[in-house]
């Protein structure tokens, strides 16, 4: 519903009449859902209709009353630096406003709008009513949550009341504040009213979603929260939601790029108060369905792909990138998807990356607690408790501050905090939103911050360390690594990196590199499946113990096997993508025996070897019936991302295969599942860590594009050295003539028969020198820990200048 022109004198605008050209009349919050119903909805992105009052309504209603002279009067005695001050007389403000009636003008104005949009259904419609400021989310402040919203709004009289506490909004006391940090005059900022039909999401789901990474900036990715019930929850941090991101580039070519899913708690929903004292109100989610994801994957696609499109049209009408931050909900009735609100981006896509800054801790301490990390700094600093607005004035600048989950009232305190610790909330709620706004590092949804924390204790918080923050015991020493980017020149040799955490890899990809020469398999299995394959295949068969834990480590998975292949599916494609198009070369599993039994469940599965580095590891595995089942697994998970997720950019490489006839038989394993190499542009990389791949390297060029050579590994087996034993530490030494003549050997054999050679070992990473050896034999390729990256780029651009022919 719509009407044909501007109704009671300009007081009135229906969606289909605004647009992005209309801040300065309705706010920015309205304005785009004006712009995205009108440009949006015939291209099937569902937005629900409504209608917003005036910048020149809220004018009217100051000039009417003599509001516009009362509130300088007040405001010009405030101190917005002191909280007491600014509580006192934002409270002066509010109570004036909420007893003002609205001029007769502007409140028939608004029923008659409300009227027409129940019309079409013949029903009186629950309505949101949502403040939209006339300088709301400009290109440098995002006004995040600063006016309110309310939600289940019926009949008039409902109505006008929320609208006369949404003028009110204007003058809380984080409204306040934030326009005296951001330089804003009071009086030159008017409100406009959003009224919106309500989606049924107390019966369903909704949540928060951005086209681009909220930590990283990362910009192929959609990162979707979601949870039960209304959506206020999400956006106040009021729960620890489900996370979802899709890779944006092949989800245009048709596959379902899912490529990580993560459960949260979802411990409360909002709903609707029906006949209770207020317009809604939170209720207990029964376990079991807290348990599941919230969203099917198709929802979840859906809502990538509206973000995506929602981003292009934002970013062709301004002329720039401009990622998007969104709410949408699912109407329980429908089953529809809706967006019911969309900003630009207001943190990460202003940022001009001309120094890359990297935080590290010198050393650490007991972990005390651990949530969702916001930002990428370390602080320290010492804890303040604050677990009420009244707890506020306290608050010292340069402290930890402490709560359950941080109101928008904060924000005066949250500029002035060194960090922050919620028990409640997920990266697109309040408190993390506003952090990044700050820089302030933060650590959400630790679930009891408040009961493990004490006033005065001294701690330091990480979210250095990838998505999960760390708060530690004490005041730890950390640095900080600034490497200017401009002036970075790309040698020869390719610069690869050596990755195995999936949750900093977005970050990681902002270092100058040329993919990934290293993917650790175990370490993906390590940190997010955590269980023994065996144990998954064989869930049945296992002890009741077991059998709990399992249960445990795959909450929300019926199907065990099924687990394994979607966790690990998911941890590669985290990697793929952050590097995407550039080459992600994963090896295959690669456990000795004993850390293989250390995973839940594995102890029964394994068997003891009394030296696991040269025993059941590697290829051996892949074929064997003891672990074969299990592979296939592993197998399935690499086809997953290759194929459904489309990131053909994953190449995949066998570890410690000693003979010819074993990788003739991993092939044949890996066949059966369709990898196949050549096809689908599949790569197939051996490591080079046994004498046995040098000696033949003619006959194993033969069966792969290439080679990775596994310095350590190879150094241990050339001089008989236990690397892992301290009593012959001294002897083990990759630049030991013996394994330089054995890698100088491979180059030569692997150039003759036209395949790829490089190497993912430490020694590159430690030795200057030995990088420079590398470089004069012509080596393809560098894979190092992130960390060694970019110094050793430097010396490998130096011995690009200086190339001699080696001599040992």
Same mark, same amino acid.
């Given at each position: 519903m719509s009407t044909s022109v501007v109704t009671s004198a300009g007081l009135i605008r229906w969606f289909d009449q605004v647009g992005m050209d209309d801040v300065d009349i309705v706010g920015g919050k309205n304005a785009s859902l004006g712009e995205m119903y009108r440009e949006l909805t015939p291209h099937g992105i569902r937005i629900p209709n409504g209608f917003a009052t005036t910048a020149d309504a809220y004018r009217t209603f100051l000039n009417e009353s003599g509001l516009d002279e009362k509130i300088p009067q007040i405001l010009s005695g405030m101190n917005a630096s002191d909280v007491d001050s600014l509580q006192h007389h934002g409270i002066l403000i509010r109570h004036m406003i909420l007893d003002t009636p609205l001029p007769d003008a502007l409140a028939g104005a608004i029923v008659q709008a409300y009227h027409d949009l129940c019309r079409p259904r013949g029903d009186l419609a629950d309505v949101a009513v949502r403040s939209s400021a006339t300088a709301e989310d400009l290109p440098d402040a995002s006004f995040a949550g600063q006016q309110e919203t309310y939600l289940n709004v019926r009949g008039q009289a409902s109505l006008l009341d929320a609208c006369r506490r949404c003028f009110a909004s204007l003058f809380t006391d984080r409204a306040i504040s934030y326009r005296v940090h951001h330089g804003y005059d009071h009086m030159q900022v008017a409100l406009s009213i959003g009224i919106q039909r309500m989606v049924r999401s107390d019966l369903a789901t909704s949540g928060v979603m951005f086209s681009i990474d909220t930590e990283s900036g990362f910009r192929d990715a959609v990162l979707i929260n979601a949870a039960y019930g209304l959506g206020e929850n999400v956006v106040q941090g009021a729960v620890n939601p489900d996370e979802y991101y899709v890779f944006k580039p092949t989800l245009h070519s048709g596959f379902r790029p899912i490529i990580k899913k993560s459960l949260g708690s979802k411990a409360l929903k909002m709903v609707y108060d029906v006949g209770g004292s207020k317009m809604t109100k939170n209720v207990p989610v029964p376990e079991e369905q807290a348990n599941r994801f919230a969203l099917q994957d198709d929802d979840i696609l859906q809502l990538a792909h509206w973000a995506c499109e929602i981003e292009k049209h934002y970013t062709q009408r301004r002329g720039h990138f401009c990622p998007m931050d969104m709410e949408w909900a699912k109407?329980?009735?429908?089953?529809?998807?809706?967006?019911?609100?969309?900003?630009?981006?207001?943190?990460?896509?202003?940022?001009?990356?001309?120094?890359?800054?990297?935080?590290?801790?010198?050393?650490?301490?007991?972990?005390?607690?651990?949530?969702?990390?916001?930002?990428?700094?370390?602080?320290?600093?010492?804890?303040?408790?604050?677990?009420?607005?009244?707890?506020?004035?306290?608050?010292?600048?340069?402290?930890?501050?402490?709560?359950?989950?941080?109101?928008?009232?904060?924000?005066?305190?949250?500029?002035?905090?060194?960090?922050?610790?919620?028990?409640?909330?997920?990266?697109?709620?309040? #408190?993390?939103?506003?952090?990044?706004?700050?820089?302030?590092?933060?650590?959400?949804?630790?679930?009891?911050?408040?009961?493990?924390?004490?006033?005065?204790?001294?701690?330091?918080?990480?979210?250095?360390?990838?998505?999960?923050?760390?708060?530690?015991?004490?005041?730890?020493?950390?640095?900080?690594?600034?490497?200017?980017?401009?002036?970075?020149?790309?040698?020869?040799?390719?610069?690869?990196?050596?990755?195995?955490?999936?949750?900093?890899?977005?970050?990681?990809?902002?270092?100058?590199?040329?993919?990934?020469?290293?993917?650790?398999?175990?370490?993906?299995?390590?940190?997010?499946?955590?269980?023994?394959?065996?144990?998954?295949?064989?869930?049945?068969?296992?002890?009741?113990?077991?059998?709990?834990?399992?249960?445990?480590?795959?909450?929300?998975?019926?199907?065990?096997?099924?687990?394994?292949?979607?966790?690990?599916?998911?941890?590669?494609?985290?990697?793929?993508?952050?590097?995407?198009?550039?080459?992600?070369?994963?090896?295959?599993?690669?456990?000795?025996?004993?850390?293989? #039994?250390?995973?839940?469940?594995?102890?029964?599965?394994?068997?003891?070897?009394?030296?696991?580095?040269?025993?059941?590891?590697?290829?051996?595995?892949?074929?064997?019936?003891?672990?074969?089942?299990?592979?296939?697994?592993?197998?399935? #998970?690499?086809?997953?991302?290759?194929?459904?997720?489309?990131?053909?950019?994953?190449?995949?490489?066998?570890?410690?295969?000693?003979?010819?006839?074993?990788?003739?038989?991993?092939?044949?394993?890996?066949?059966?599942?369709?990898?196949?190499?050549?096809?689908?542009?599949?790569?197939?990389?051996?490591?080079?860590?046994?004498?046995?791949?040098?000696?033949?390297?003619?006959?194993?060029?033969?069966?792969?594009?290439?080679?990775?050579?596994?310095?350590?590994?190879?150094?241990?087996?050339?001089?008989?050295?236990?690397?892992?034993?301290?009593?012959?530490?001294?002897?083990?030494?990759?630049?030991?003539?013996?394994?330089?003549?054995?890698?100088?050997?491979?180059?030569?054999?692997?150039?003759?028969?036209?395949?790829?050679?490089?190497?993912?070992?430490?020694?590159?990473?430690?030795?200057?020198?030995?990088?420079?050896?590398?470089?004069?034999?012509?080596?393809?390729?560098?894979?190092?820990?992130?960390?060694?990256?970019?110094?050793?780029?430097?010396?490998?651009?130096?011995?690009?200048?200086?190339?001699?022919?080696?001599?040992?």
């Amino acid at each position: 519903m719509s009407t044909s022109v501007v109704t009671s004198a300009g007081l009135i605008r229906w969606f289909d009449q605004v647009g992005m050209d209309d801040v300065d009349i309705v706010g920015g919050k309205n304005a785009s859902l004006g712009e995205m119903y009108r440009e949006l909805t015939p291209h099937g992105i569902r937005i629900p209709n409504g209608f917003a009052t005036t910048a020149d309504a809220y004018r009217t209603f100051l000039n009417e009353s003599g509001l516009d002279e009362k509130i300088p009067q007040i405001l010009s005695g405030m101190n917005a630096s002191d909280v007491d001050s600014l509580q006192h007389h934002g409270i002066l403000i509010r109570h004036m406003i909420l007893d003002t009636p609205l001029p007769d003008a502007l409140a028939g104005a608004i029923v008659q709008a409300y009227h027409d949009l129940c019309r079409p259904r013949g029903d009186l419609a629950d309505v949101a009513v949502r403040s939209s400021a006339t300088a709301e989310d400009l290109p440098d402040a995002s006004f995040a949550g600063q006016q309110e919203t309310y939600l289940n709004v019926r009949g008039q009289a409902s109505l006008l009341d929320a609208c006369r506490r949404c003028f009110a909004s204007l003058f809380t006391d984080r409204a306040i504040s934030y326009r005296v940090h951001h330089g804003y005059d009071h009086m030159q900022v008017a409100l406009s009213i959003g009224i919106q039909r309500m989606v049924r999401s107390d019966l369903a789901t909704s949540g928060v979603m951005f086209s681009i990474d909220t930590e990283s900036g990362f910009r192929d990715a959609v990162l979707i929260n979601a949870a039960y019930g209304l959506g206020e929850n999400v956006v106040q941090g009021a729960v620890n939601p489900d996370e979802y991101y899709v890779f944006k580039p092949t989800l245009h070519s048709g596959f379902r790029p899912i490529i990580k899913k993560s459960l949260g708690s979802k411990a409360l929903k909002m709903v609707y108060d029906v006949g209770g004292s207020k317009m809604t109100k939170n209720v207990p989610v029964p376990e079991e369905q807290a348990n599941r994801f919230a969203l099917q994957d198709d929802d979840i696609l859906q809502l990538a792909h509206w973000a995506c499109e929602i981003e292009k049209h934002y970013t062709q009408r301004r002329g720039h990138f401009c990622p998007m931050d969104m709410e949408w909900a699912k109407d329980g009735n429908s089953g529809e998807l809706f967006i019911v609100q969309a900003r630009p981006e207001t943190v990460q896509s202003l940022k001009v990356i001309t120094k890359l800054q990297r935080y590290h801790l010198k050393q650490r301490s007991h972990p005390l607690l651990t949530g969702r990390s916001v930002g990428e700094k370390i602080a320290s600093g010492p804890v303040r408790l604050v677990r009420d607005v009244h707890g506020l004035a306290a608050f010292r600048e340069g402290e930890i501050l402490v709560t359950d989950k941080t109101d928008p009232d904060w924000e005066p305190v949250m500029k002035r905090a060194a960090g922050i610790i919620t028990n409640r909330g997920g990266r697109t709620c309040h #408190a993390a939103i506003v952090s990044r706004e700050l820089g302030v590092p933060a650590i959400v949804g630790t679930l009891n911050a408040t009961n493990v924390l004490q006033d005065g204790q001294q701690v330091t918080i990480s979210c250095a360390e990838g998505e999960t923050g760390i708060v530690y015991e004490g005041e730890l020493p950390f640095e900080i690594e600034t490497t200017d980017l401009t002036s970075m020149k790309r040698p020869e040799t390719k610069i690869m990196m050596n990755v195995g955490a999936p949750d900093q890899v977005f970050a990681l990809a902002a270092i100058p590199n040329d993919g990934v020469g290293l993917a650790r398999q175990e370490f993906i299995i390590t940190n997010t499946v955590k269980v023994h394959p065996q144990a998954l295949l064989e869930f049945d068969q296992l002890d009741p113990p077991t059998k709990a834990l399992v249960d445990e480590a795959t909450a929300g998975y019926r199907d065990k096997p099924q687990f394994y292949i979607d966790r690990l599916a998911e941890g590669v494609a985290m990697i793929a993508a952050a590097f995407y198009p550039k080459d992600v070369i994963l090896r295959l599993s690669d456990f000795k025996t004993s850390e293989y #039994a250390n995973l839940i469940g594995g102890a029964a599965y394994e068997p003891h070897e009394a030296n696991p580095m040269i025993g059941f590891r590697g290829a051996s595995r892949y074929y064997h019936p003891r672990f074969q089942a299990a592979f296939g697994l592993e197998c399935k #998970a690499v086809q997953k991302v290759r194929q459904e997720m489309g990131l053909r950019n994953l190449k995949l490489m066998i570890p410690f295969c000693r003979t010819i006839e074993e990788a003739h038989k991993v092939q044949a394993e890996m066949a059966k599942f369709g990898l196949v190499r050549g096809q689908d542009e599949l790569e197939l990389y051996v490591m080079c860590e046994v004498p046995s791949n040098v000696i033949l390297a003619d006959q194993f060029a033969e069966l792969f594009d290439g080679f990775s050579i596994g310095s350590n590994d190879l150094t241990q087996l050339t001089l008989g050295v236990d690397r892992d034993s301290e009593i012959v530490a001294d002897l083990f030494n990759e630049r030991n003539d013996a394994v330089k003549r054995s890698i100088a050997s491979l180059i030569k054999t692997a150039k003759a028969h036209g395949v790829k050679v490089g190497i993912c070992g430490q020694a590159p990473s430690d030795y200057p020198e030995f990088a420079e050896f590398l470089v004069n034999l012509g080596i393809d390729s560098m894979s190092l820990t992130p960390d060694a990256v970019l110094k050793t780029r430097l010396h490998v651009l130096k011995a690009e200048e200086q190339r001699f022919e080696p001599t040992f």
